[in-house]
Structures are given as structure tokens and as C-alpha cells.
């Protein structure tokens, strides 16, 4: 088995309230990866990176696409006039 134990040096730096620490280029992380820290013991940490977050599908870039699917049609209705005063138990106060 093949030991891929490498070692950097860094410091520590304090950046607004929080002591970072300036990852070296050789770790091979790229810029802007989100990266969760997990505290093993003291002074011991695991670097590791987070899940992309899901991702939504907007259901509109598949109409045209596939011959069954539609979009549905949005129906405009008039709405019912209603007495509100029966919503409070206040029945006989018409």
C-alpha cells in the first residue's frame, strides 16, 4: 500500500471574527469550493468537501421537447362573493 502522506506548513490569519487558514495550491482545491470542517480532537481537523446543492428543474425547458408533455392551461375564475361575518360563529348577526 502506497503512503500519500504529504505535508504542508501554514499560518494562521485572523480575517473579520474568525482565524482562517490559507490553503496551499498543492492540495489540488479549487477556488470557491464549499468545504465542510469536521473537529476530530483538539486541533485535528478533517477538510471535506459539501454536496453540490440540488438543483431545481424548471419544467417549462422540457415543454416542446418531449411530444406528450403540455403545459397545462391556467384558467382564470371569478371568485364568489362570501360573508365573512359567518367565518367569526356569529350567525344570527346577518
Request: aromatic fraction near 8%.
Amino acid at each position: 500500500m502506497q503512503d500519500d502522506h504529504e505535508e504542508w506548513e501554514g499560518k494562521t490569519f485572523k480575517s473579520g471574527n474568525s482565524v482562517a487558514l490559507r490553503l496551499p495550491k498543492g492540495l489540488g482545491v479549487p477556488e470557491g469550493t464549499a468545504v465542510r470542517m469536521v473537529k476530530e480532537a483538539r486541533m485535528t481537523f478533517r477538510v471535506e468537501p459539501m454536496d453540490a446543492p440540488k438543483r431545481k428543474i424548471d419544467g417549462s425547458k422540457f415543454i416542446g421537447k418531449c411530444p406528450d408533455l403540455q403545459e397545462l392551461p391556467r384558467y382564470d375564475f371569478e371568485d364568489s362573493p362570501r360573508d365573512w361575518h359567518l367565518l367569526d360563529g356569529d350567525r344570527h348577526s346577518a
